[in-house]
């Protein structure tokens, strides 16, 4: 019971930060129809901007704590959305109207440049970060067999469901959401209605590099170190999370998230961690061939 | 079919040149001619209706109006302004709206969505008011407001596109097909409707139809188009009188 409830705790923060990278994979995939698979070096790209910036205002500004994570976040949000902004500017946008595999070659190109450009600037070294969040809460058991909860996972799933709040706010109820659905659903008819749809697409871009540089920075807090090639299991693993949640579907993509953060965490208790990519990627073969459009994917029909 | 060209009458409202002008525009899908040159004219006021047989070219000519094919010659203007090269979106928020073919209700919005949508380029200004506007002209709308477009019947789609389109508040409104598939009763509901915004508000209506009979008894002027090319034009009544517009487009058909 203990270890169930601590691989559960586990689970939901590994969960969270999948959720994060895999609405990234779904938004873009529900408006251009691209997998787009340099996000996940996006996501540690973002992991490097946080750590440079965590490094800067702890180690020269002095700041707090707490501060300077919401400093962080703000930052790496915009910082890694510019990243994304340019990545889709000169990658993708390009090739749009071209055949379809065209855009998704190059995503594959830009995800070897990203991961090489780090490796080049950054070194191949693990980049450690001294810990910044200490400190856990026992909720039960005694002994050995306790339940813990560190005050950094306590960060991790607050700050991600804050997020989601307000990114579902933001597709729902604001004129850009809606735009972004309209695009998602009718280009063509977008722009009859005046809606700039390459510059929606940009955006979109933005806000899923955003939500990635999140999940960055609460990697980076969770594990203490990123390195160069952080980027591909992850990232793969988000993919996964968006296809079994239904890609295309937002809350999907949380709910595969928080899914296979369970599985692998729960697998890795249960039967032997070295197969726990195994686990979740055995997921992937299983909803393509089982479930093709995902726990909360639509199957492609529509009333006329 | 022979064929009878005729000059294009004065503007009816207004004084000087067209709302719309479309001159020489020649469109291609790939290799293939769609509108073999198209010269056309909708004057500030008025309802012109563009009445021809399926796969003549209407609904191509509607979109390339806004850009989508490009026109690959000839020119498009609209109110003076050369729109021919303009991205779409900035031909319509010059403010031409569009009900286009196929209506393209966004089907996973809701009825109320689908009007916001349609408001997005005049920032919301009105908007209550329009709404209001909107469901006093089709009462059926306010029933299904909060239902998803994909969920509503054709008819009441072919609603929600038209009235989507009014949402911005257009100088030139685009209307594809108002009648397809729609029963007798709802194609009268919608043409009543088109003819009370010309009168009571002044708007430019530029109409594409099958259904002739109705669409030429509308329209102040009408168009003929076979195979991408534009064979009469007239007033609507006289093209309603003409023995080959009634041998072609309305013998046998439902008046």
Redesign the interface.
Known sequence: MEVFLQQLINGLTLGSIYGLIAIGYTMVFGIIGMVNFAHGDVFMVGGFIALILFMLITAWLGVAVIPALILVLVCGMALTGLWNWTIERVAYRPLRGSFRLAPLISAIGMSIFLSNLVQVIQGPRNKPLPPMIQGTITVMGEGSNTVVLAYKQIVIMVVTALLLAVFWWLVQKT?LG??Q??CE??R??????????DRTISITFVIGAALAAVAGVMYLMYYGVVNFADGFVPGVKAFTAAVLGGIGSLPGAVIGGLLIGLIETMWSAYFTIDYKDVAAFSILAITLIFLPTGILGRPEV??? | MSVRVTEAPAPVVGAGQPLLSVRGVKTYYGNIIALKGVDLDVNQGEIVTLIGANGAGKSTLMMTIFGSPRAREGRITFAGTDITQLPTHEIARLRISQSPEGRRVFPRMTVYENLQMGAAINDFAHFDEDVERMFALFPRLKERIGQRGGTLSGGEQQMLAIARALMARPKLLLLDEPSLGLAPLIVKQIFDAIRELNRKEGLTVFLVEQNAYHALKLAHRGYVMVNGVITMSGGGRELLADPQVRAAYLEGGHH
């Open positions: 004129p809606r735009a659905r309209a659903q009718d063509k008819m977008a722009a009859l209605l005046g809606i700039d749809v529509e009333k006329v």
